[in-house]
């Protein structure tokens, strides 16, 4: 049926892009008419209402009633649409006209004044003037439809979205005045100009460097003047700017802000916005010092001393909204009288943070100063709190990242979930601690004073400055420590060697002995400082307490991925991942020692007690293989992509079977472990959730690649991954709150959340890589031989991005290193690579096997001389049929390639997956296909050219095209005469190498362990869902509790499929085939059992009772069901031996005889089901129907 879409639209639209809103006259000149119509700015559409078809109208503007309208008149009429659609091009799609309007919105463009931070813009739109104040653009509206957009484009739009009210100046002259969060039009500006704040301490506008605006990147940065330097702008980027506000050194700040410029809708947006973000996402408010100094706050031998400044207050975040960005106004700029020599960069940008609100100028409250640098992304401050806050802790310690993006920075104050380090002294005196920087440091290294029984956090500088570097081995700096007297200079100690965990004593001058513990918790260093005679109390703070233990063997796992959406039939298996002989351990991990206390049995007890709990959870696997499930149903060349070298190590099977495990004994499960193909092993902490050591271990294995392979793999994940909708990029209204960008989020969330290991280890790989590559010709490389080295970290805390560049380069350097290697397994070079490799294996079989048989007697040696020379000879048979073979076959696909003929080349490689067995059958299968390719290179000179002329036909191409298809097939079978036959021959050679080698066992690829499973979506189970839906809404408030699919016994004997639905107050009976529901059964009136007999046997009994009337005369009885019966003659039995009769009643007494129950019919209904279910499904019915019969406690 054919359906026509009537769509109404006006004839014009206005859409304004100015900040206020303004009138348009709309002329009739040649009726004499005029009207004036209010249009909304800021990029709102508005028809224009009362204008008529085939008249032209003229279109004045004025931005106020008070003033002057436009000199030049825009004139529109419906003839000037007719013209835009025949440049355009008229598309009636009724689909696309339709989403135009009802379609959700995913369009990416920011509302008006349309300022995002996206960096990653694709185009880059030209800006349309910057001579002239306005412009209008006349276009199409909307796809399909014949109404004429009128656009009111500014030359530019300068938005303020700093905290300040800004001042512009050209010159000497002010050209306008921005208040803060406020959206202008500027003038056209025909000079450099200048940012102006009001400073009411001096009275005074202060002004910034000039700003040019450049519109052609060609253009030189020229200066202006003797001295002053104009900073150029372009039309897409930013710059920054600097305003010094005061006039008296020591009493300046420094405003900085950063001024960007975008091009939307052929508009240049300008935008003038702070240059440093402060969002604190900390549970309470911080109090920071924005400090800019030329000089270091403090030497190297005293703490730092803090001069007066301002403070700025930043909100906690709420639970319920994220914390909102908060600007830093200014920076207080600090000068020294005295510059001193410093061996860092200057200026040096600090932050102070404190906790409490009344915190003067002293030390005491703030923080140590904090570089605000690019190259330290990630500090943790211990910030000093309130001692009536309580906890044992006297700081908080605050994550403090840095992140720059398009010219702004933002600093995000976090909780530190995982600090570096944490310092307990339990002296009663305060000390001073200095750390020992080999390096030139990047900034100024303050001491870190420590209170008289206290415990705070720290972080040295060498942590802030190396992350997220991933050393190989990081040897952390040494301490130094000194008391803090007014009196006298006292000396620093010795060096602390604070990379050994364990207890030293330290003098400390003017103090006496110190003890100096250093342990690791949970990633943290613990340093816990002690007077002399209080050593118990460091050695006794840790305790061990009971840990769980076990060990599981699975002899077979199996993880298989499917594809369930792309089908429709069924699921379809794409890789399938089978371990086998699989270990599973969790204990307590053993306590590392040194060698010298290793020795020593009674020490290592009892120093092992003193280690933190920790557990050990290892995983073993004898074999591993990764399966292309897809190998049958497509024309892919490797059936597994990972599989266990079989030439190398012990058998570990010979150590598992079914009448003994490697548990039984501890040399028993040594071995096992060490001949397992995979070894992973893990250390969490005592929290069991923290990993601190990992362990991974590989034995030789086989990789299986082929491009075609990975790009179908990686094609059906996009597919499955849903199409990120477009979101609409909140822009920022006018005044509100900046919106932090997606990648800063990111970035942060990355800093915050670092990846922390005490130790990762990768021991040494080496692989046998097959890989197959169909670029412009066939690459094949065969069983090249890669070693890796091993890989060790430890201890780091770095970013994931950052451990996956270091895991990459590691592996990349390793395959350069054999990448000679790599060219000679090239098959289109005939694998002299490997060729070598199996010769040198023949010449050392050759060898060493006699070798080893002349140590052990004549015979051994005798018997190892004819085995050795069996493997020469197997080797060099081996090695030149494989080189001959794969050169053969790469010759054979480059020239099915090469002939052009896309049938043929399908053919041939459905042929060539069906590898002979024999040297008969390879020789067979060789010739026919020999046989085939010549008669392909006689007939595709005809049968190519009728090909593309039948393909042009049927598409009703033009005669030209015909042609032309026709000459190309003549091309395409004259190449096919010449490639085809050598590609036949080829073949031949191939298939007759592949029948010698498969023949005499010489060569073997791996198969697959298991065949894709054949499943149909018309075979699954129906699930929960679709019952509750369909069928159970009739009982107002349906709950499931069991849903048992079972074979119906029929009265006469039948079966078919059905399904038990449980209920809390029914029980149905639903048939599979017809998908209807048969029968429903009040649960209180039906019993459930499973047959002793037949324990795959359900019985249901209904029980009808028939009770007569007549024998109760008040006709109470009646009202009774039969388990209220029963129930009420249980209670009379068992309550009527607690009771004492007495003596009148018992000679009174009679013979009492119970009734019998009254007559009930009972009807049974069988079903066939598992009989482990059975067992499930009949508890949960006694345990519903004594909930219905309030029978226990529910």
Not at 229 to 240: A, C, F, I, K, S
Not at 793 to 811: E, I, K, N
Request: aromatic share 8%; with cysteine.
């Amino acid at each position: 049926m054919q359906q026509r879409v009537v769509v109404f639209s006006p004839l014009f639209v206005m859409r304004s892009h100015l900040p206020d809103s303004l009138i348009v006259n709309i002329e009739k000149r040649s009726l004499g008419l005029r009207e004036s119509q209010l249009i909304q700015g800021q990029g709102h559409q508005e028809p224009l209402l009362n204008t008529e078809a085939d008249l032209t109208h003229h279109l004045t503007f004025q931005a106020r009633e008070d003033e002057d309208a436009s000199h030049c008149a825009v004139p529109i009429s419906t003839s000037l649409i007719k013209q835009i659609m025949n440049k355009t091009g008229n598309e009636d799609n009724p689909e696309q006209i339709l989403a135009d309007f009802y379609s959700p919105k995913t369009t990416a463009e920011p509302p008006w004044p349309y300022i995002t931070r996206d960096a990653d813009r694709s185009g880059l739109e030209s800006l349309a003037q910057w001579d002239s104040p306005m412009q209008v653009k006349l276009s199409r509206w909307k796809s399909g439809l014949n109404t004429l957009l009128v656009e009111l484009l500014p030359w530019a739009l300068l938005t303020n979205n700093s905290q300040w009210d800004l001042w512009l100046f050209e010159g000497e002259k002010i050209i306008l005045q921005i208040p803060a969060g406020k959206v202008v039009v500027p003038p056209n500006f025909k000079e450099a100009f200048q940012i102006g704040i009001y400073w009411a301490h001096t009275n005074t506008v202060h002004k910034s460097a000039a700003l040019k605006l450049v519109h052609d990147l060609t253009s030189p940065r020229w200066k202006e003047g003797s001295n002053a330097v104009v900073v150029t702008l372009d039309e897409e980027g930013h710059v920054e700017v600097d305003v010094t506000l005061g006039a008296f050194p020591g009493k300046q700040k420094l405003c900085q802000f950063c001024v960007s410029s975008m091009v939307r809708h052929g508009v240049q947006i300008l935008q003038i916005e702070d240059r440093t973000l402060v969002v604190n996402n900390t549970r309470y408010s911080v109090h920071c010092r924005p400090l800019l100094t030329d000089r270091a706050l403090g030497g190297d031998e005293q703490a730092c001393e803090i001069p007066e400044s301002t403070v700025f207050t930043f909100p906690p975040s709420d639970e319920l909204s994220p914390a909102k960005p908060c600007a830093v106004p200014y920076w207080d700029l600090l000068q020294a009288g005295v510059q001193e020599k410093v061996e860092f960069p200057l200026p040096l940008k600090h932050m102070l943070l404190s906790l409490r609100p009344d915190a003067g100028v002293g030390s005491a409250a703030w923080s140590l100063p904090t570089p605000v640098r690019p190259d330290f992304p990630r500090q943790s401050v211990s910030i000093p709190k309130d001692q009536d806050s309580g906890g044992e802790l006297s700081s908080r310690a605050v994550v403090l990242t840095y992140q720059e993006h398009l010219g702004v920075t933002y600093i995000i104050f976090n909780e530190d979930p995982c600090p570096r380090m944490l310092i307990h002294n339990k002296c009663p005196i305060p000390l001073l601690l200095k750390e020992t920087v080999k390096e030139t440091p990047r900034t100024a290294v303050y001491c870190r004073p420590l209170p008289a029984n206290c415990s705070l956090h720290h972080e040295l500088y060498y942590h802030s400055s190396t992350f997220p570097e991933c050393r190989q081995k990081e040897v952390l700096p040494t301490l130094q420590l000194k008391t803090t007297s007014d009196h006298s200079s006292t000396d620093w100690t010795n060096p602390i060697d604070i990379n050994c965990p364990g207890t030293q004593v330290v003098f400390v001058p003017g103090f006496g002995c110190m003890y100096v513990d250093v342990s690791c918790e949970r990633g943290t260093l613990v340093l816990s400082l002690a007077p002399e005679g209080s050593v118990d109390t460091v050695l006794n703070q840790q305790s061990r307490s009971s840990k769980l233990s076990f060990k599981i063997l699975l002899s077979q796992a199996s993880v298989m991925l499917s594809d369930d959406i792309t089908s429709p039939t069924g699921p379809v298996e794409l890789l399938r991942l089978t371990l086998t002989k699989l270990l599973l351990s969790l204990g307590p991990a053993p306590s590392p020692l040194p060698p010298e206390l290793a020795a020593d049995s009674a020490m290592a007890a009892s120093v092992s007690a003193l280690v933190c709990d920790s557990s050990l959870v290892e995983v073993y696997a004898s074999s591993l293989q990764v399966d292309n499930q897809l190998y049958n149903r497509a024309s892919f060349h490797f059936p597994v992509l990972l599989c266990q070298d079989q030439r190398g190590g012990t058998e570990p099977g010979a150590l598992w079977s079914r009448d003994a495990n490697p548990t039984e004994s501890p040399e028993t499960l040594e071995e096992f472990k060490k001949s397992c193909f995979l070894q992973l092993k893990m250390v969490l902490a005592a929290d069991g959730c923290t990993v601190e050591e990992v362990i991974f271990q590989l034995q030789p294995a086989r990789v299986y690649l082929e491009d075609t392979f990975v790009y179908y793999i990686k094609t059906l994940f996009d597919s499955y991954i849903p199409s990120r909708s477009v979101e609409s990029q909140r822009g920022r209204e006018p005044g509100a709150s900046p919106v932090l960008p997606e990648q800063v989020l990111q970035s942060v969330q990355a800093l915050v959340q670092p990846v922390r290991l005490q130790k990762l280890v990768i021991q040494p790989v080496n692989l046998l890589v097959s890989i197959h590559a169909s670029l412009k010709l066939y690459i094949a490389s065969d069983h090249t031989p890669l070693s890796f080295s091993v890989f060790e970290r430890g201890p780091l805390c770095t970013t994931a991005r950052q451990l996956v560049h270091a895991l990459a380069m590691h592996y990349a350097a390793g395959a350069l290193f054999r990448a000679g290697w790599v060219v000679g397994s090239l098959e289109i070079l005939g694998s002299p690579a490997s060729l070598v490799r199996s010769i040198g294996n023949g010449v050392s079989d050759f060898f060493r096997l006699p070798y080893e048989g002349l140590t052990r007697g004549p015979g051994a040696f005798v018997s190892g001389v004819s085995r050795g020379t069996t493997s020469f000879v197997r080797h060099i048979s081996k090695g030149t049929l494989t080189s001959i073979t794969n050169l053969a076959t790469s010759l054979a696909r480059n020239m099915d390639r090469l002939s052009l003929d896309e049938e043929h080349y399908t053919r041939q490689e459905e042929w060539r997956r069906q590898l002979p067995e024999s040297l008969g059958d390879g020789l067979r299968q060789g010739l026919s296909r020999l046989g085939i390719s010549l008669l392909g290179a006689i007939a595709g000179i005809v049968d190519q050219p009728m090909q593309n002329f039948q393909r042009n036909w049927e598409t009703q191409s033009s005669a030209g095209s015909k042609a032309k298809g026709v000459i190309s097939g003549v091309g395409k079978g004259i190449v096919g005469v010449f490639t085809k036959p050598i590609g036949g021959a080829a073949e031949l050679v191939s298939q007759t190498g592949y029948g010698i080698l498969h023949g005499a066992g010489l060569w073997q690829l791996p198969k697959q362990l298991y065949l894709p499973a054949e499943e149909t979506s018309a075979h699954a189970s129906n699930s929960h869902l679709k019952y509750v839906w369909k069928m159970l809404q009739s009982l107002g408030r349906p709950e499931l509790h069991m849903a048992l699919e079972v074979t119906i016994v029929s009265g006469s004997g039948q079966e078919h499929a059905g399904c038990l639905l449980l209920t809390s107050e029914v029980l149905f009976v639903v048939s599979l085939s017809e998908d209807t529901q048969q029968q429903a059964f009040p649960i209180t009136e039906v019993e459930c059992r499973q047959e002793a007999e037949q324990e795959g046997q359900l019985t249901l009994t209904l029980q009808q009772q028939t009770v007569n009337s007549d024998s109760e005369g008040d006709g109470v009885r009646e009202r009774l069901s039969e388990q209220q019966y029963q129930r009420l003659l249980d209670y009379v039995m068992r309550a009527s031996q607690f009771l004492s009769p007495s003596t009148a009643s018992l000679q009174l007494q009679h013979q009492i005889s119970l009734a019998e129950p009254p007559p009930s019919a009972t009807k049974c209904y069988h079903y066939l089901v598992d009989p482990a279910a059975a067992k499930v499904f009949v508890s949960k019915f006694t345990m519903v129907k004594n909930k219905a019969l309030r029978i226990g406690f529910h």
